[in-house]
Nanobody, 123 residues
Framework: QVQLVEYGGGSVEAGGSLRLSCALS????????MGWFRQGPGKEREGVAS???????NYADSVKGRFTISKDNAKNTVYLQMDSLKPEDTAMYYC?????????????????WGQGTQVTVSS
């Protein structure tokens, strides 16, 4: 059974940086397409970034140039480096995995989900 655990969230001022981590257990991260999603207060869940087995990436327009998704196959972990954070980035951030999502940023295409980690950006 695949399990995902996110950590690294917290509170930061606008312009600051955070790095989120997502540890996958029960299988290898190299067997899955991995995605980061977020859900702000009163908003729908939205895709932020995804990474394929070959390392290719896909980003939402709202985070391009500020966020970077990466993975370490040896550590079975996916990362989301978030720079130049804005108050509108405030949300619960979730990690997701699926064998056939193909870099999608649509949440319904992902089978496995973590519990989330909170990111709060103050102005």
């Amino acid at each position: 059974q695949v399990q995902l655990v996110e950590y690294g969230g917290g509170s930061v001022e606008a312009g600051g940086s955070l790095r989120l981590s997502c540890a996958l257990s029960g299988n290898s991260v190299n067997n899955y397409f991995m995605g980061w999603f977020r859900q702000g207060p009163g908003k729908e869940r939205e895709g932020v970034a995804s990474i394929g087995r070959d390392g290719r990436t896909n980003y939402a327009d709202s985070v391009k140039g500020r966020f970077t998704i990466s993975k370490d196959n040896a550590k079975n972990t996916v990362y989301l480096q978030m720079d130049s954070l804005k108050p509108e980035d405030t949300a619960m951030y979730y990690c997701a995995a699926d064998r056939r999502a193909y870099w999608s940023l649509n949440s319904y295409e992902y089978q496995y989900w973590g519990q989330g980690t909170q990111v709060t950006v103050s102005s």
